[in-house]
């Protein structure tokens, strides 16, 4: 039990290349399946540990930390650490009948072992209590994310791949000179000694600069507005599987870590008190709420839809933690778990059409509502939660970031996210009026054959099945953020 922080990232990372030496499809996707279980299972360990005895830290290598490499888990990442291993695991349930659609059979071991590399590093960012490592890992979740993009089935795939790869290695420059920044004032990387260390130099342009360069580069990776251009395409071009798991888990990592610097590192009152940091990210992410989903109503590809959607929710997560107040950080905590299960289910959805027509045009989807009844009503449900209805997890997500809104004042800002959903109404009834009220025409592909594997459908119907408990029941998610955001203000653990 002692080892449990370095084995959900271990874990992972070692079987990379064991599904590599497995070679054929189906061994590779059996140890897919069983090592995302595993870490899921094993991040639930943690998550309880912490629950029950507070935070843990680790030290790698016998080496007590400042001087040594430390895995810390407290209430916040705990959390990330349960959204990421139980998408992986779902994914992996889902990722076989789909891969299997989309990819080249002597090719798709090689995806297995991708997405086992690119899950070790979003896990690693997320453990991680040393800034160097939240860089290294998030190379290793990267490097792995170009490599998934580029093995869509459409060509264009390989471009968004490259776009990915510019845009991120401008992310992941900039991030590296913030790190580099903070050190050489403070002679450490480990995060709670850099806490301890910053305020002394917080007088400096250097520190200044280190704070920009930090906020830009994770800006990139987590795609907030205006730095989002490569996440449209790689959504859209990816494979399915690839989709699924990379809109549920990569970006939310990425703002997790904002998140670490911003209130962990920094602090709440230098970041968003000394500095205009709040007010900056206040008005981009109202732009980026209203312009992104202004977009996704006029996509004729739904993946695009989701991808453009994506954007746009960023925004009622940045707006959440620019506040700077426990509810406005426990409103953004809740929106990166609920956001990230209900895109997992509306891409699954999508994948699931595509398995079956080869395609993810509306046009091209139009009355699948009813040769696909199942998997269009788990299409209808995930839209209805990304809209905020009730008793969806969408809705406790909105609910918590209005409720913290009103606590601050901030009239406007409420206005703009009730126009935000309803412009997200306009673009999920764009493709629910295709699947259930437009006739199929007779160039589309054949809709005749069903729904999608049983497999599939299982993978979808358990995210849409927490979409509603969530919705029902959100009592345990809501103590949980709460207590996140106590300690991360400096209130708890």
């Known amino acids: 039990m002692d080892q449990l922080p370095i084995l959900v990232v271990i874990v992972p990372l070692l079987a990379a290349p064991v599904t590599v030496l497995a070679h054929r499809s189906l061994a590779a996707w059996l140890v897919y399946l069983i090592i995302t279980w595993t870490v899921f299972a094993l991040a639930g360990l943690l998550y309880a540990q912490v629950w029950m005895n507070g935070p843990i830290s680790y030290a790698v290598g016998g080496w007590q930390p400042p001087f040594g490499i430390e895995l810390a888990i407290d209430s916040l990442n705990a959390l990330i650490l349960l959204l990421v291993s139980g998408m992986g695991a779902l994914t992996g349930l889902y990722a076989r009948r789909s891969f299997a659609a989309e990819i080249d059979a002597e090719r798709v071991y090689l995806v297995y072992a991708l997405m086992l590399a690119c899950q070790a590093g979003l896990l690693g960012m997320t453990v991680t209590g040393d800034a160097f490592n939240l ?37 992941g420059t900039f991030l590296l000179i913030g ?135 960023m925004g009622y997560i940045v707006t959440g933690f620019a506040l700077a107040s426990a509810a406005g950080l426990s409103a953004a905590l809740i929106h990166i778990v609920n956001h990230g299960l209900i895109k997992g289910a509306l891409f699954m959805a999508v994948g699931a059409m595509a398995w079956r027509t080869r395609a993810t045009s509306i046009n091209d989807l139009a009355g699948l509502g009813r040769s696909m009844p199942l998997t269009s009503a788990a299409f209808v449900v995930g839209g209805l939660s990304l809209i905020g209805v009730p008793a969806t997890a969408g809705f406790i997500s909105k609910w918590a970031l209005m409720a913290a809104l009103i606590e601050a004042g901030h009239y406007a800002l409420m206005a703009l996210v009730l126009i935000a959903s309803l412009l997200a109404v306009v673009y999920v009834a764009k493709v629910v009026e295709a699947l259930y009220f437009r006739p199929r025409e007779a160039e589309a592909p054949n809709h005749s054959g069903g729904e999608a594997p049983v497999i599939m459908q299982l993978a979808t119907w358990g995210l849409i099945a927490l979409n509603i408990a969530i919705g029902l029941h959100a009592g345990p998610e809501i103590a949980a953020t709460q207590r996140a955001a106590s300690a991360l203000l400096g209130g708890g653990s």
């Open 179 to 313: 790190i580099g920044l903070v050190y050489m004032m403070t002679g450490t990387l480990n995060m709670a000694d850099l806490a301890a260390r910053l305020p002394a130099v917080f007088d400096t342009r250097t520190a200044q600069a280190a704070l920009a360069f930090v906020v830009v580069g994770l800006s990139l990776k987590a795609a907030l507005f205006p730095a989002h251009i490569w996440l449209p395409n790689a959504y859209t071009y990816a494979p399915s599987a690839v989709s699924v798991f990379i809109a549920s888990t990569s970006t939310k990592v990425a703002v997790y870590a904002l998140i670490r610097f911003l209130f962990t590192v920094f602090g709440v009152g230098y970041a968003f008190g000394e500095l205009p940091l709040g007010e900056i990210l206040l008005l981009l992410s109202a732009i980026a709420m209203i312009a992104a989903s202004v977009t996704a109503i006029f996509q004729t590809d739904v993946k695009r839809l989701l991808a453009w959607s994506s954007v746009a929710q």
């Open 135 to 171: 860089f290294v890992f998030l190379e290793i979740s990267s490097l792995s994310s170009y490599a998934l993009i580029a093995m869509g089935p459409k060509r264009r795939a390989l471009l968004s791949s490259f776009q990915y790869l510019i845009m991120g290695t401008v992310g």
